[in-house]
């Protein structure tokens, strides 16, 4: 019996089971590249900090800058994702129709960041105008004058990443992103304190080593699509400079939503952090780890989210609605199984989990620890939402359904989150605990608004099926 044969005799007898297994499958790859992509940038500031506080200061500024543009950029290219999906669920003209749409998100990846380059080559500017702190905000821009170079060989890398992860193959990319986070370290622990015989460039080199380690990836990729016989075919880089306006038109439609989506939700949480900034410093500290805990279960719901976003859109591609149903609900049901889990951990064991940034039994600690301890519960409180917005944002991407939940996004992150933030933290004086409530309310609308989007979605498709 032939694996095709044995998967097709699984999924009759037990499809549930086999879109588990389809979805984790999928999934984990793509959970430990955005975990891997994420270790990149962190490797810069955590060794900036051996070299300065204030090399660390401006590493950390110039990064949540940079962090912010290419959140926006990415939700554009993310769009090539379910549009490929969808072609190869359909099959008919399958090979030519993702060519076009992988060819059409480099175009887009180009003219973004030709953008992007223009606005970020001013960084010194922007900064000041939040900062003023000139010479933080010159060594912000001195950081970024290198690092702004990642943002295109990135984006290109994301596209081929969603290529391969629409024919449900992304473990390449996963290895090519361990690659990338390992040259990355060792390039930037070189050119950063000058080891080797290279000279110490400080932020400059830290900036370097992150774009020399973004080229890596698309290149890594690239010679992955050309030269592996399941991609080979699809000739990705054939006629690459014919033009296709109305799938590049498409792109656009579906993908400035998804950036608008992607941008709320990370904009929310960068305010709330500058508004810890308000409070004392053991409130920030605290706020910090509480955040990076929280970010990193994230990555999971992220990556079920992505994964879910190839499978319904495999499944609409070729008329299966049951499919597509069965997709989204096993995802969904996936995502809250995890966090429910992250949730209990962040309840029962705090201190093991903030004694990963600090020495929890060290009396200058205190402070932060009790405050974190705090932040903790908040964060727990909001884990099963912040998962089930994630994957059902996945979910309605799948069906080419961006523009709604943008609007969801912005009413339930900056109208009501960030508004009960600001009442609860300074209004009420609930300090940081207030702001943590509106994150969590807001986390929670948004949830709640995709949920019954969705349904209402599987609704209409089934009765237009009927």
């Known amino acids: 019996m032939s694996v095709l044969e044995a998967e097709t005799r699984l999924q009759r007898q037990n499809p549930w089971f086999a879109e588990i297994k389809a979805t984790l499958a999928l999934a984990w790859p793509m959970v430990l590249t955005n975990l891997a992509q994420t270790a990149m940038t962190a490797t810069d500031v955590m060794l900036l900090g051996r070299l300065s506080p204030e090399a660390l200061a401006a590493g950390t500024l110039g990064h949540n800058l940079y962090f912010m543009f290419t959140i926006c950029g990415m939700g554009l290219v993310l769009a090539s994702s379910p549009m490929m999906a969808r072609a190869i669920g359909g099959k008919y003209r399958m090979v030519r129709d993702v060519r076009r749409t992988v060819r059409q998100a480099l175009w887009l990846a180009v003219a973004i960041c030709m953008i992007m380059w223009t606005i970020l080559w001013w960084t010194e500017d922007i900064l000041l105008l939040v900062t003023n702190n000139p010479p933080l905000s010159k060594a912000a821009s001195e950081y970024m004058r290198t690092l702004q170079w ?85 000739q990705l880089f054939g006629n690459f400079w014919r033009p296709d306006w109305p799938r590049f038109k498409t792109m656009l439609r579906l993908g400035l939503p998804i950036s608008a989506i992607m941008a709320f939700e990370v904009s929310i949480f960068n305010i709330a952090g500058m508004l810890m900034g308000r409070f004392d410093t053991a409130t920030v500290a605290a706020h910090s780890i ?107 991407r799948g069906l080419h359904d961006t523009t709604l939940p943008m609007i969801y996004a912005g009413l339930g992150y900056w109208v009501i989150g960030l508004t009960l933030s600001l009442v609860l933290g300074f209004y009420f004086d609930l300090g940081g605990a207030g702001i943590w409530t509106g994150l969590c309310v807001g986390l929670l609308v948004v949830a709640v608004l995709l949920h019954f989007r969705w349904v209402n979605r599987l609704r209409h498709l089934k009765s237009t099926r009927a």
């Open 150 to 234: 990642a943002m295109l060989p990135f984006f290109c890398y994301i596209v081929l990443r969603s290529f391969i992860a629409a024919l449900e193959r992304p473990r390449w990319a996963l290895v090519i992103a361990l690659t990338a986070v390992a040259f990355n370290a060792l390039a930037a622990w070189t050119l950063i304190f000058g080891k080797f015989g290279f000279p110490q460039l400080g932020l400059y080199g830290a900036g370097l080593a992150t774009s020399m380690s973004s080229l890596l990836l698309f290149v890594g990729l690239v010679l992955v699509v050309t030269l592996d016989r399941q991609f080979r075919r699809f």
């Open 290 to 396: 509480a955040i990076s805990i929280a970010s990193i279960s994230f990555m999971f719901p992220m990556g079920l989210g992505q994964a879910v976003t190839v499978r319904v859109g495999r499944a609409i591609g070729r008329g299966d609605i049951v499919g597509v149903e069965r997709a989204g609900w096993t995802t969904l049901v996936l995502s809250i199984l995890f966090m429910a889990f992250m949730a209990t951990l962040m309840l029962v064991v705090p201190h093991t989990l903030i004694g990963l940034f600090l020495n929890v039994n060290a009396p200058e600690n205190q402070a932060v620890v009790t405050t974190a301890t705090l932040f903790l519960v908040f964060a727990a409180i909001f884990q099963i939402a912040d998962g089930a917005q994630a994957v059902t944002a996945g979910m309605l």
